[in-house]
């Protein structure tokens, strides 16, 4: 029987990616261009800011866990 392929397009290109070292990019040129936005902050992950009460029941969380014999 046939291997089915599965294949995706290019983030920054849009050009088919083919399996094999850079996917999903198409190239090692998107791959790079990809890794300049990431590095230029072009791309961002937002995140929520927590407060004190957050921090604490955190601590609290990890403090347990410590309790049950987990490492």
């Keep these: 029987m046939g291997e089915i392929l599965k294949t995706c ?3 920054i ?3 088919v990616a083919p399996a094999g070292k850079y996917r999903p990019f198409c190239s090692k040129r ?3 261009i990809d890794l300049g936005n990431w590095l230029n ?3 961002c992950v ?4 927590i407060d004190d009460q957050d921090i604490e029941a955190l ?12 490492s």
């Design 9 to 11: 397009r290019c983030p």
């Design 46 to 49: 937002e995140a929520e800011e």
């Design 59 to 70: 601590e609290e969380l990890v403090s347990r866990g410590n309790d049950d014999g987990e």
């Design 13 to 15: 290109c849009g050009k």
């Design 30 to 32: 998107c791959a790079d």
């Design 41 to 43: 902050e072009t791309y």
